[in-house]
C-alpha cells in the first residue's frame, strides 16, 4: 500500500511532502481513537526487544536520525510508529532559515536523498519551551517507558569557528532539562566551515567545555559527537583518541557524505545537475558500516556507538550491530520504507 503512495507523493517537491506526510499524521494523531489505531498497526507487536544505552529505557533499538523533525513538531506522532528514541535538530542559537529552496532532492534508483538544508530550525528557545510541553504531557499521562529524546546541536552559520563553542554551550544548557541525551554536530556538509571542527583540538575545546557544564548538573546527560564518513583514517584515530581520553559517552557514526558512491548512471548525471549537498541512504550504507566497525574494534568496544547510514531493514540493523553498534537510526529509509519501517525492522531482529 505504501509504495503505490510514495509513487503519487514521489511526484511532488520532497520538502514539501515531508511537511504534508507529516502534518495529515498529525491531523489524525490529535483523535484519541485514531492515535490508538495507529499505534496498533504501526508499532512492533514483538516487545522481546527493549534495550538500553546510558541507562536510558528503549522500547526498542530503532531510532530516528536527526534531521526529521528539526524542531521537535512531531514527537507524538513518531511515537505512535513505535520509535524507541527519536533524536530533535540540528538546533542552534537562533532561528535561521537554512540553505535556499530546492535543498532536498531524491535519488530513487539508489534509494537515496542528498539534502543541503542547511540547520534550518526555529532556534533553541522555542525549541526548549515545545520540549518542555511535550515532556509535562508525557508526565501528565504516565505513558512508561516515554519516547527517548536526543537533542542534536549545532552552531548558527554566521557564527565563526572559533566561537562555536558558546553556541553549542547556549543550545546544550537551554536544551538539558528536557533532552535525555545530546548529540554534537560537527559534522554536516551543509555550513561552511562546520567540518573544521572535527580537528581533535577543536572537538576538544568543544566536548570538555559542555563536560564540565554537565557535571555541574543534578542530573547528568550523555553526550555523543556525530561524525562524518569522509573522516582520513588519522582524523578517525583522533577522534576515538580523544573520545576515550575524555570519556565521551558515545559516537553516532555517520553524517551524510559529500561523496557519491556506487551511484547508477542515471543517479550520477541528476546528481551532478543538483551539486552539493549529503547524500544518504543506500550508497552509504557500506560505509557507514565500515566506519562503525573500525570505531569498534579500535576502541576495544569501549566506544558505545549509534549506527545511522543505509538502514532499510532488519538485515541492514543486524550488520551495524553485528558490526558494533548498540542502537540504529533510520532517516532515509524512513522515507522509502514508509511508516512501518520500525515494525518491519523489530520484526526482522527478533527472527
Known amino acids: 500500500m505504501y509504495k503505490a503512495l510514495r509513487n503519487i507523493l514521489f511526484l511532488f517537491p520532497p520538502e ?4 504534508f506526510s ?14 490508538k489505531l495507529v499505534r496498533l498497526y504501526f508499532q512492533p507487536k514483538d516487545q522481546s526487544l527493549p534495550s538500553s544505552l546510558f541507562h536510558l529505557p528503549l522500547k526498542n533499538p530503532i531510532g530516528l536520525g536527526a534531521g526529521f523533525d528539526k524542531n521537535a513538531k512531531y514527537l507524538r506522532e513518531l511515537e505512535a510508529l513505535g520509535f524507541g528514541f527519536v533524536e530533535i535538530g540540528t538546533v542552534t542559537p537562533l532561528a535561521q532559515k537554512g540553505n535556499d529552496k530546492p535543498r532536498v532532492f531524491r535519488l530513487p534508483e539508489d534509494r537515496a536523498l542528498i539534502n ?3 540547520f534550518n530550525n526555529d532556534g533553541v528557545k522555542v525549541i526548549a519551551e515545545r520540549l518542555k510541553n511535550w515532556k509535562n504531557r508525557q508526565q501528565a499521562t504516565g505513558n512508561r517507558p516515554p519516547l527517548i529524546i536526543g537533542g542534536n546541536i549545532g552552531k548558527n552559520k554566521l ?29 554536516s556538509p551543509n555550513t561552511p566551515g562546520l567540518r573544521e571542527l572535527q580537528e581533535k583540538e577543536s572537538l576538544r575545546k568543544i566536548l570538555l567545555h559542555l563536560g564540565m557544564i554537565d557535571s555541574g548538573k543534578t542530573i547528568s546527560k550523555p553526550i555523543l559527537l556525530k561524525i562524518a564518513p569522509d573522516l582520513t583514517k588519522e582524523q578517525i584515530d583522533d577522534v576515538i583518541d580523544l ?28 546528481s551532478k545537475k543538483i551539486g552539493a549537498g549529503g547524500l544518504s541512504g543506500l550508497p552509504l550504507k ?20 549509534i549506527a545511522s547510514g ?9 550488520e551495524k550491530m553485528m558490526a558494533g553498534a548498540s542502537l540504529v537510526q533510520v532517516w532515509t529509509g524512513f522515507i522509502y520504507e514508509g511508516p512501518a519501517i520500525v515494525k518491519k525492522i523489530c520484526k526482522e531482529l527478533s527472527n
Open 243 to 270: 573520545a576515550l581520553e575524555i570519556k565521551l559517552d558515545g559516537i553516532v557514526a555517520t553524517n551524510t557524505t559529500i561523496q557519491r558512491p556506487g551511484l547508477s548512471e542515471k543517479s550520477e548525471i541528476l
Open 22 to 35: 507529516m502534518n495529515c499524521l498529525r491531523l489524525i494523531c490529535s483523535v484519541g481513537l485514531l492515535r
Open 159 to 187: 557564527t565563526p569557528n572559533e566561537e562555536a563553542w558558546k553556541d553549542y554551550e547556549i543550545c546544550f544548557k537551554e536544551l538539558h532539562p528536557y533532552v535525555d541525551y545530546f548529540v554534537v554536530n560537527v559534522s
Open 16 to 19: 514539501w511532502v515531508h511537511y
Open 310 to 318: 543505509g538502514i532499510f531493514t532488519g538485515q541492514d540493523a543486524k
Open 116 to 118: 543541503r538544508m542547511g
Open 286 to 305: 557500506d560505509a557507514s558500516t565500515k566506519m562503525v566497525q573500525y570505531i569498534s574494534e579500535r576502541s576495544g568496544g569501549r566506544i558505545p556507538v
